[in-house]
């Protein structure tokens, strides 16, 4: 048996997570452990994460998590193969607390280390869940992310969109603070919706009738606070009804530039033979009204639509540990101790 078993670590905004993944020789994957303590509560009296006591809560947590997530998998680290951990993108202080304790771990056992990108990690993600064969469409959709890339194999990645400005979640986060709902602004968001009439605000489509893959979110946010002082003070109903709109026009921007990106996915000759696919990751694909147009949208078109579990979605060290065994069987080479974090790492 050569299959391989890989510790992962991830650190990079507001997750501390560890995980075991065993990857086996028909290229197949099992989770062994997937431990993850969130900071939320840490962060919620702020209304976004705070960096620097998000550095401090992952030196406490990691520890612990790592030396469970190894019980839970009934795996020694003396037994894995490698160690791996989030390299960047993402903020630079929880980035050095899990890239060091991945380094000390690799040096104190001997084992090779693999330094990952986290937008990596989300990349093959499906790979794990659902079997996925290259290539393949993912939409990233979080607090710091926003992109479409053409998934075309291990390392070989082409973003053909991203925002302009504010990522998805963070125009999320922002709208509900502004309206005065709590942290994160998501969930909060979807929920005032489901009790708002969409037609009472036109809100602007952002970068309408442009043909780029590109995507905008801060004039989105602008003018809901307009919106929102220009009928100050105001009330639960009218709160709703903002929400209600911004998700609208969240929606049919998404729809429309998706639904190009599907149709050049569609004459792209390396795509020709293969199932197009589209796999949605972050914590925004929780959202139920994106959801559901990502599931038609995909009908229409006819694209298979993959979205692995809530859980593996958002951050989470499952995602790191696959893309280090994935890797580690292509016969990548491994990571030297003095590999650096890279907050910014496209
Ligand atoms: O992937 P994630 O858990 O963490 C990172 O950003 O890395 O994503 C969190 C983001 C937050 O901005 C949150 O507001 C957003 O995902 N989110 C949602 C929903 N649930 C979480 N956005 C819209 N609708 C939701 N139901
Ligand atoms: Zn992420």
New binding site residues.
């Given amino acids: 048996d050569t299959s391989i078993c890989i510790l992962g670590i991830e650190t990079s ?1 507001d997750e501390t997570a560890a995980a075991v993944v065993r990857r086996h020789d028909d290229g197949s994957g099992e989770i062994l452990s997937d431990v993850v303590f969130s900071q939320l509560d840490e962060h919620a009296a702020f209304g976004g994460v705070v960096p620097e006591i998000a550095a401090r809560a992952h030196v406490e947590m990691l520890d612990g998590l790592v030396e469970k997530a190894l019980k839970e998998a009934g795996t020694p680290l003396g037994s894995v193969d490698a160690i791996s951990a989030t390299a960047g993108p993402g903020l630079i202080g929880g980035l050095i607390v899990g890239l060091m304790t991945a380094k000390a771990l690799a040096a104190a056992s001997g084992k090779p280390l693999y330094a990952i990108n986290h937008l990596e990690g989300h990349a093959l993600t499906a790979r794990l869940t659902d079997g996925l064969e290259f290539p393949y469409l993912l939409l990233l959709v ?3 992310h926003t992109q479409m890339v053409l998934v075309r194999g291990v390392g070989n990645y082409e973003r053909w969109g991203t925002t302009i400005d504010d990522a998805l ?2 125009a ?2 922002k709208t509900a603070k502004l309206l005065g709902l709590s942290y ?4 909060a ?2 929920e005032a919706a489901k009790r708002g009439d969409v037609t009472r605000f036109d809100l602007p489509t952002p970068l309408r009738g442009e043909k780029r893959l590109d995507f905008s979110f801060s004039g989105l946010k602008t003018a809901v606070r307009q919106t929102a002082q220009a009928i100050a003070p105001v009330a639960d109903q009218d709160i709703a009804d903002i929400c209600a709109s911004f998700q609208y026009t969240i929606v049919q921007t998404l729809r429309e530039r998706i639904g190009r990106s599907l149709e050049r996915l569609l004459g792209d000759s390396a795509a020709s033979g293969a199932t197009p696919t589209l796999v949605v990751a ?3 694909a ?2 139920t009204a994106i959801r559901d147009m990502l599931t038609q949208l995909c009908g229409e078109k006819g694209f298979r639509f993959v979205a692995p579990p809530h859980r593996l979605c ?2 989470n060290a499952v995602m790191i540990a696959w893309a280090a065994a994935e890797r580690m069987a292509l016969g990548l080479p491994p990571d030297g101790l003095d590999v650096a974090p890279r907050p910014r790492w496209p």
């Fill in positions: 905004c979080s607090g710091g979640g963070e999320f986060d994160p602004g998501g969930p968001v979807e972050g914590g925004v929780a959202n958002t951050d």
